[in-house]
């Protein structure tokens, strides 16, 4: 059975940082293409980074670009997300996904609708 579990969610200060986690089991991580997704409340899920497959190429948005940081370890089957000076706004369920690439490993989309395995969602909460 493929499954994702995501962890490492909680409450931190504006300004504060989190490492969410992304386990995979039933399969071989280092073969899809990953992409964090998260969902604030009262909103539909937005993509905003994702890796290759290879690991080669990154791309994140506007809004979290010098902020978050997307890295894998293949070794451990976990891709990781590093979320520093986080705002109020970052609150959120924050979701890894999967997806096995048909074409390049050097490519990867943040949009939500490119994925096809998901883990179950972490909280992130951004408050004073």
């Known amino acids: 059975q493929l499954q994702l579990v995501d962890s490492g969610g909680g409450l931190v200060q504006p300004g504060g940082s989190l490492r969410l986690s992304c386990a995979a089991s039933?399969?071989?991580?280092?073969?899809?293409?990953i992409g964090w997704v998260r969902q604030a409340p009262g909103k539909e899920r937005g993509g905003d980074l994702c890796?290759?497959?290879?690991?080669?190429?990154?791309k994140y948005a506007d809004s979290v670009k010098g902020r978050f940081v997307i890295s894998r370890d293949n070794a451990k089957n976990t891709v990781f997300l590093q979320l520093n000076a986080l705002e109020p706004e970052d609150t959120a369920v924050y979701y890894c996904?999967?997806?096995?690439?048909?074409?390049?490993?050097?490519?990867?989309?943040?949009?939500?609708?490119?994925?096809?395995?998901w883990g179950q969602g972490t909280q992130v909460t951004v408050s004073s």
């Open positions: 890796i290759s497959s290879s690991g080669q190429y990154r």
């Open positions: 996904a999967a997806v096995r690439p048909t074409g390049s490993s050097n490519y990867c989309n943040t949009n939500p609708a490119y994925y096809t395995h």
């Open positions: 039933g399969f071989t991580l280092d073969d899809y293409a």
